[in-house]
C-alpha cells in the first residue's frame, strides 16, 4: 500500500535491532526489583547491582513465546476484545491530574470525575475497552485509591479493562478483584482479563514499582502493555533513530521477563516518544515527531510479530480548540492508519497529558467513528455498484429521489452527532456553538441517560467487601 510516511525496509529494521542488541549486551538495563534480579539471574543473565545484560538468544528465546495476538475477556462476552495483527481498540485518557472545562477552567479531579468517565466508556459505541486512572482522584487516600478505581472500573462498565500496575501490592489487589469478578482467581489464569501499562524509566531502567507490577501480572497471565515514553532530547536522543534504537531495548528487556515468568503471556510492544521542546523543555505530545514516531514503532512491533501500542487523540493545547483537533486528528489517525493495536489515549487528553476533558471525550470519540467508518471497505459487488441504476438515471440525472438513495440514505454514511454541518443561518438561531459547548450539552445527556450494568449483586458484595478490608488493613 502507497503511504508518503516512512516504510521501514528489513535492512532499516534489522539497523535498529542490532544497535539495540548492542545496548542490551554491553551497557545493560537496570532493574530496581530484587525479585526481577534474581530471575534474571535463575536464567542465566549477567547482572551486575541492579544491571542486567542480555544476549540476543534471551531475546529471540522470549519472542518466540510471546503471542502476536490475543483476546482480553469482558464480563459481558459480546463485548470481548482482540488485540493484534489486524484487530485494534481504541482505550481513554489515562494518568490525568485535573479535569479543563468548557470555559478552560482547571481543577483537580475528583472521584465522581472518575465515575464518569466511566459511564462514558459504558455508554461509548466507539471506546470499546474502559481504561485505568482516567483521571487522578485528589478526594481519595493516594494509597488505596486503586482499590476504587477498580471497583468503579467492575461495576460501572462491563467492558474490558485496564489493571492496577501501582505497584505489587497493587497489581495484587486488582487480580484479587478480578478474581472475585470471574468467579474465582483460578477462572482467570487460563484467560486474560486485563491490560496493565508498565512504563519503562527512560533511559535504560525499570522502577520497582514497574518491575514487580510486570512480574505479577506475568504470573497470573494478565496482560502486560511495556512502553517507553522517551522524550527526544531529554530523555533520549536528540535524533527520532536514536530514539528508536533505546526505546526498543527497553522495549525487549521488559517483554524478555514477562515471558521468563510465564512462557506465553500476552505482551504489548508499546511507545508514546516524542520530542522534547527546546523552548520550555516540555514533552510535546502534539507533534509531529509523535506520529512520525508511532507509525515506525507500529513496524517495529510487526518486525517481532508483537501487538503495538501508542497514543491517540494526543495534543499540547489546553481546550477543546482548533489546535487540539489538529494534534489530535494526526495521532490517532496515524496509529490507526499504521496498524498500531492498542490505541491508548483515544479520547478526552489535554495540556499533554496533565488534563482530561469530558468535551474533548466525545469530540475524539466521534474522531474515533470516523476512523473506523474510513477502514471500512467497499463491497465492490454488482448490487453496490448497482450499473442498472446508473444507465437508468443516465446523462445530467439526479440521484436525490431514486428508491435507492431513499433506502440507504441514512446507513451508507457516517452521520456524525458532534460535528456541525449547518448552514450559517442555522448556526446561528442555535447558539453558534463551538464544538466543545455542543459537546457539554451531550456530556450531560450521556451521564443522565447511564444504567448500571447487571452485575449478581453477590459479586458486587464480595467487591465491596474486599476493598473495604483492604482498607481498613
Not at 551486575?48 to 544476549?55: A, E, I, P, S, Y
Amino acid at each position: 500500500m502507497y503511504d508518503r510516511m516512512q516504510e521501514l525496509s528489513g535492512r532499516d529494521m534489522e539497523k535498529i535491532h542490532n544497535a539495540a542488541m548492542d545496548l542490551l549486551k554491553n551497557t545493560g538495563v537496570s532493574f530496581n526489583d530484587q525479585e526481577a534480579l534474581e530471575i534474571f539471574k535463575k536464567n542465566g543473565h549477567k547482572v551486575d547491582g541492579n544491571t542486567v545484560f542480555f544476549k540476543e538468544p534471551d531475546i529471540v528465546k522470549a519472542l518466540k513465546t510471546a503471542p502476536r495476538h490475543f483476546t482480553v475477556h469482558a464480563r459481558d462476552p459480546e463485548k470481548n476484545v482482540k488485540i493484534g495483527e489486524d484487530d485494534f481498540v481504541f482505550l481513554p485518557g489515562y494518568g490525568a491530574p485535573f479535569v479543563m472545562d468548557v470555559k478552560g477552567g482547571q481543577r483537580q479531579a475528583t472521584m465522581e470525575d472518575y465515575d464518569n468517565f466511566c459511564k462514558l466508556i459504558q455508554t461509548s459505541s466507539y471506546i470499546n475497552m474502559n481504561g485505568w486512572m482516567m483521571v487522578e482522584p485528589s478526594d481519595m487516600p493516594h494509597d488505596t485509591v486503586h482499590l476504587d478505581l477498580n471497583l468503579s472500573n467492575m461495576l460501572l462498565c462491563d467492558k474490558p479493562f485496564m489493571g492496577s500496575p501501582v505497584s505489587r501490592q497493587g497489581t495484587l489487589d486488582g487480580i484479587e478483584m478480578a478474581g472475585i469478578l470471574w468467579g474465582g482467581k483460578d477462572n482467570i489464569m487460563d484467560k486474560t482479563v486485563s491490560v496493565s501499562l508498565i512504563n519503562s524509566l527512560s533511559p535504560l531502567q525499570f522502577s520497582d514499582e514497574m518491575a514487580s507490577a510486570l512480574i505479577e501480572l506475568a504470573r497470573h497471565n494478565q496482560a502486560c502493555v511495556v512502553a517507553s515514553l522517551i522524550m527526544a532530547g531529554g530523555s533520549g536522543p536528540v535524533t527520532l533513530d536514536g530514539v528508536l534504537v533505546l526505546q526498543n531495548a527497553e522495549i525487549l528487556a521488559g517483554i524478555t521477563l514477562a515471558q521468563l515468568v510465564r512462557p506465553g503471556v500476552p505482551v504489548v510492544y508499546g511507545s508514546t516518544s516524542s520530542a522534547m521542546d527546546m523552548k520550555t523543555g516540555a514533552l510535546s505530545i502534539g507533534a509531529p515527531e509523535l506520529s512520525k514516531n508511532i507509525h515506525l514503532t507500529a513496524q517495529m512491533a510487526r518486525f517481532y510479530n508483537l501487538p503495538s501500542r501508542s497514543g491517540g487523540s494526543l495534543t499540547d493545547a489546553l481546550c477543546a480548540d482548533a489546535q487540539a483537533g489538529v494534534e489530535s486528528a494526526l495521532a490517532l489517525s496515524t496509529a490507526a492508519r499504521s496498524g498500531i493495536n492498542f490505541i491508548l489515549h483515544a479520547g478526552g487528553i489535554l495540556g499533554s497529558y496533565i488534563a482530561m476533558s469530558f468535551e474533548k471525550f466525545l469530540i475524539d470519540e466521534e474522531a474515533c467513528g470516523m476512523v473506523l467508518n474510513m477502514f471500512k471497505p467497499l463491497a465492490l459487488t454488482d448490487e453496490s455498484i448497482d450499473i442498472d441504476m446508473i444507465k437508468e438515471v443516465g446523462i445530467g440525472g439526479q440521484y436525490l429521489t431514486h428508491p435507492k438513495t431513499f433506502r440507504l440514505c441514512r446507513t451508507e454514511f457516517f452521520m456524525p452527532s458532534l460535528m456541525s454541518r449547518k448552514n450559517p443561518d442555522a448556526w446561528t438561531r442555535d447558539g453558534k456553538k463551538r464544538i466543545d459547548q455542543a459537546a457539554q450539552d451531550k456530556v450531560a445527556q450521556r451521564l443522565a441517560a447511564y444504567e448500571k450494568p447487571d452485575i449478581d449483586p453477590e459479586i458486587e458484595k464480595q467487591l465491596t467487601q474486599y476493598v473495604e478490608k483492604r482498607k481498613n488493613a
